[in-house]
């Protein structure tokens, strides 16, 4: 499957932005899809996860309740709503998927990978 992010940009701190990840290639439904953030020097982080069916999600601590996760798998995308965004969000965010059993919360869960779209929040 082939995943590419997009929605990124410049916001200020307190607002909204929502990110959309397309996928392509084989069945969507097949897939759990994940977010996950990056900033220089740093691992990259979970930010949120949800299950092949839209039925389950899962966040990240530093995220929860201001992000949302969700997905239509009629049009092959997951989308991460960010609001209340803080200067700290700031990061590259990738989308990730898998297609076999495995946890949501690390990168090693997945196995592919869109290439990332830059959020900066700024104060």
């Known amino acids: 499957v082939q995943l590419q992010a997009s929605g990124g940009g410049l916001v200020l701190a307190g607002g909204s932005l929502t990110l959309s990840c397309a996928a392509s290639g084989r069945t969507f439904s097949n897939y759990a899809m994940g977010w996950f953030r990056q900033t220089p020097g740093k691992e990259r982080e979970f930010v949120a996860a949800?299950?092949?069916?839209?039925?389950?999600?899962y966040y990240g601590d530093s995220i929860k309740g201001r992000f949302t996760i969700s997905r239509d798998n009629a049009k092959n995308t997951v989308y991460l709503q960010m609001n209340n965004l803080k200067p700290e969000d700031t990061a590259v965010y990738f989308c990730a998927a898998r297609d076999r059993s495995a946890g949501f919360y690390t990168t090693t869960n997945y196995d592919y990978w869109g290439q990332g779209t830059q959020v900066t929040v700024s104060s």
């Open positions: 949800i299950n092949w069916s839209g039925g389950s999600t």
